[in-house]
Structure formats: C-alpha cells, structure tokens
C-alpha cells in the first residue's frame, strides 16, 4: 500500500502558534480535529503550553482555578524522591503508574487552510479549559459534521479522570459545550456522521481498572447526549504492533464495503501506529475486516523526534473521490498529512 507524505510535512509546528498566557511556550500543536466548512479545511488543533521553567531542576505544573479563572503554577524539583519525572508529560508519584500533574496544558486553537496544505493558526484559542472536570486542560478532539451543524467532541483532563465533552458549533465562531457525554475513564470516542437504522453510534475507549485492557468499544444513543447499549468491539493482539492500547483515529468513513474506521495503536514500548477496521454498514458492531499490519508507522524524523517521540496518531481525514487525506500528530509535538487510496486501504486488511 502506498502512503504519500506532503513534501511540507510538517504542516502545523508549535512555532507557528502564538502561546496564549504570557510567561508560556508552546510545546505541542498537534492531534487536530479536521472537517471541511466553506471553502476552508479547518484543523481544530490540540496546542499545549507550559510555564517556562528558568530552574533545570524544577518542574511546573499549570492547573487551572475555576474559582479565579486563572492558571496557577505547581512547582516541584527534580530532586523530590516522592515523585517520577521520567515521562516529560505527567508527574507521577514513585512506585504508581497513574499521574498526579501534567506539565503542560492543552486546548483547542483552529487552524484553517485553502490548500490543505498551508495553514494559518487563529489568534486566540476556541475552547479553552472552564470547569472542574477541564481543570488539567483538553485535549485530543475530533469533528463530526452533521446536516445540523458541528459536532465537536474531546478529552477532558481533572482529578476526577479524564472523560469526554461534547460541544457543538455551526460556523466555528461560537461554540456551545453540552456536557459530559462519556464519564472517566475513557477517551477516543468517535461520533458517526449520520443516524444508522434510526441510531447514532460512537466508538469510545474505556481504560479499565481491573482485569481488563485498554480497547475499543461501541455505544449508541437517540439524542448524541445519553449513550447505552454499550458493546466491546475490537481488543488488543498480543506480540502485535496494537497489544499495548487501541483507541479510535478519524471520524469513520462510510464506503461501499463498510464504514472504515482509521485507529490508532501502540505497542507495548509506546510505538503509536495506524491502522484500519471495516464495519458492518448497517450494523457497525459488527467487524468485517481488520489491519493484520499498520499502514502507516513512524518513520520520517518529525514523527521520530519530538516532544514524545515514534508517534503517529490521526484525528482526522478527509475524502476526496478514492483518496484519504490523513491529518495526524506527529511525535506528540506537530501536525502532518499524508494521502492513500481507500480501495487499497481496502484491499490490505485481513477479513474476518
């Protein structure tokens, strides 16, 4: 299968946005949410700041105050035997496996585009941080266009967990939060662009506690607030390129064979790769077809090296007659794009 990276990759780096608070770098533009509206492409980009730290051996960790509507700064040094800094994006306390802060904190900037290929990034953020449950920041979000409007939906990062936050907007000036629509602990959910047998459907990623892993789940709803019937969907392979987690990539794309959905995952070392599952069209808790290989791994020098390096990790594509335009996060520090056939895509996966 033949991917074809744009010559400007990278098409969004953290130099090209503005920090927003004063004292702030950006470190990460990345994992963007993509739709087309007008005549634009527009690239809801996941930008993350942190406090400029002028000590080597301190660390700052921004927490946003709903009860100021400020940011304050945590500070810790690194020679604090209480706590892990190994990990450059959370501060963990030794000997635990979940973190405690995050050192940087993220939000939603649009970035919008003619060609799809050059970008320009608004001034002042879309959606930033507001209540309790956004206290760490938001992150990772994804579009589904409706005949409605705008379906805007994203991580959302506090001492509760992380959940998911639904927000709708019809010309990405105003946007209007509706809740939380996926309570922690889950992330990755994606929305169908159209009601199926009556239904919407979202893929969502649960991050279980006890005995289970960290895989892909369906939901449907009525209203696109309250979700039930839940059923898992696809699980993690062992010795695979995806036995470490799986999580959902771009909105799925409808086909002749299927609704494709584009997935993101990682190995159990944190390589982060791309791959793709076929769904049932009228009823997509079913799976048709997997990825037995990634189609697209980490490769060139910009998703080697960066904030956290080997990753690629899509949140959106767009489809132009039998090609994909794949946007994605780049090493967890910019945004790429790269195009492919669907029918070859198609072809690649393993039937089940």
Known sequence: MKIYRYENNP?????????HMEGYEVIGAFNAGITSYGDEIIMLLRVA???????????RAPVYRTDTHQLEILEFHTSDERYDFSDPRFICRRGESKWEFLTSLSYLRIARSKDGRHFTVDDEPAIYPFSELEVYGIEDPRITAMDDG?????????????GEVLAYTADF???????????????DVLIFPEKIN???YALHRPVPKSNADPEIWIAES??????????????LREGMWDDGRI???????KTERGWLELYHGASKDNRYCMGAILLDLNDPSKVIARSTKPFLVPEAEYEMKGFFGGVVFSCGAIVVGDTVKMYYGAADTSMAGCEFSITELLDSLDYV
Do not use: C
Request: glycine share 12%; proline share 8%.
């Open 11 to 19: 098409l969004v780096v953290p130099e090209d946005v503005k920090p």
């Open 49 to 59: 700041e942190r406090p400029i730290s002028y000590e080597p051996d301190v660390v």
């Open 150 to 162: 705008y379906y805007i939906y994203y991580s959302a990062a506090s001492s509760y967990g992380v």
């Open 173 to 187: 000036v105003t946007f209007e939060r509706r809740g939380m629509i996926f309570a922690p602990e889950n992330k």
């Open 198 to 200: 009556g239904k919407y």
């Open 222 to 235: 009525d209203n696109l607030l309250y979700w039930g019937n839940h059923q898992h969907l696809i699980g």
């Open 247 to 253: 999580g959902g990539g771009a909105v799925p794309l």
